[in-house]
C-alpha cells in the first residue's frame, strides 16, 4: 500500500479517498447507523432470564422448597443478571451522535430498560464536531495476570470546545470506516496517527501489534 489512508486531514482528502477505502476492502459500503458498545438485546435478556430460572429451581430444589423462596431468588437472580447484560453504548449516523447512559446503581438501571425512569442521552451534531482522532491507548499493566484490555478511542473535541472520549470497543474496519467517513463527511478533521484504520483492514490484532512482545505468540 503505498497511500496512508488513515490520516485524514479534511472533509474534501475523505471524500476522494472513499474509492480507495473501497479499493482496500471492495465489499465496503457504510452503514446507515452505527452502534458501538453494550446495548440491550433480547436475546441476551431471554438467555439471562432463563439461566436464572433454571439457577432458581436448582437452589430451591425443583420444587421441594415453598414457591415463593423460589420467587425470591428468582426475583434477586434477575436484579443481578439484567443490569450486567447491557451498559453505555453510542450510536452515530449521518446526522449525529447518540450516547446513551445508565445509572451506577443496579436498581435504578433495572427500572431504565423497563423505561420506569429515562435514561441519559447526550446528543452531539456532528456538523459541531471540530475534530476526531482514532486512539488505542495501552493500560499500564504491573502484572502479567492483569488481562483487562487496552482501549480504542474515538476522542471529539466539540466546536464549543468540549472533549470526550467514545469507547470503541471491538469495531471491525467497515464500523470504524463508517464512523470516519460520516465525520469527515460533516467536516470534522480527523485523524489516525497509530494507523488503526490500516490495521483493521488488514485484520491484524490490535492488541499484538501494539505488545510486540505478544506477536510471536
Known sequence: MTKNLTNVESVHIMKDALNEIKTISPDFSPTKKQTVGNKPHILSLVLGTI??????????????????VFAIVLILGLGITFPACFNQYWSVDKKQITIT?????????????????????????????????????????????????????LGITTKDGKEIDLDLGNIDYQGLATITLYLSEAGAKVSDQQGILRLLSEKQNLFKHFHKKWASL
Do not use: C, M
Open 51 to 68: 439461566f436464572v430460572v433454571f439457577l432458581a429451581l436448582f437452589v430451591t430444589g425443583f420444587g421441594y422448597q415453598p414457591w415463593w
Open 101 to 153: 447512559s445508565y445509572s451506577n446503581n443496579d436498581f435504578k438501571k433495572l427500572a431504565q430498560l423497563f423505561n420506569l425512569t429515562s435514561k441519559d442521552q447526550t446528543i452531539i451534531n456532528l456538523s459541531n464536531v471540530q475534530e476526531a482522532a482514532i486512539v488505542y491507548r495501552k493500560i499500564v499493566r504491573l502484572s502479567p495476570f492483569n488481562f483487562n484490555p487496552d482501549h480504542l478511542l
